[in-house]
């Protein structure tokens, strides 16, 4: 077929990020909260020119949100499970339709296309053992196109803050300027001079 591609989902197209690019990245994994004043000095730059970054960061898709992180026992989770699912047939439009399935519900956190003996990984979140057993039977055993489902317990769910940001060679080679390098030194009044 002319024009499809083996992605199914749709990428923005490769920015080209430079350090300070790569430092506001870092900066914000970091604490997405700093404010633009705050960020602006941690990389160096000019508040005005920090935002046009950020904003064009966002345009890109390269920034794709910023979330709040929830205490999942403060909000009625008591328990969190992966659930490997094997799908019947493989077809683009199976596995396109699933996903879709999948992120449609609640319950679902994450929603990883894998590969191997199982085509799909979910973290899903649920109050208890009796609502991830029917959530398996209402929301996954009863579609014609779910062959298998192994569920796994998750004892303890930590994640890194940031995902690892990997820079192009040149981007590396310099190291982003922290405020304290900004600084000129000042130079004499002609008042002061004379």
Partial sequence: MEGTSNR??????EAELDRIDFAILEALQKNARLSNKELAAEVGLAQSSCLARVAR???TGVLKSFHA????????IGLQAMIAVRLRQHSRELVEEFRRHALSLPQ???????????????HVAVRDADHLRDLGMDAFTTRPEVAH?????????VRSPGMPLYEPTEARRAPARKPEALKR???PSR????
């Fill in 108 to 122: 679902v956190l994450a929603v990883y296309h894998v590969a191997g003996a199982n085509d799909f990984l979910l």
């Fill in 149 to 157: 489902l192994e569920t796994s317990l998750i004892f303890e769910y």
């Fill in 8 to 13: 199914l989902r749709k990428t923005p197209a």
């Fill in 185 to 187: 030194p000042r130079r």
């Fill in 69 to 76: 992180e929830v205490d999942a026992r403060a909000v009625g």
């Fill in 57 to 59: 960061l966002r345009e």
């Fill in 191 to 194: 008042a002061t001079a004379r």
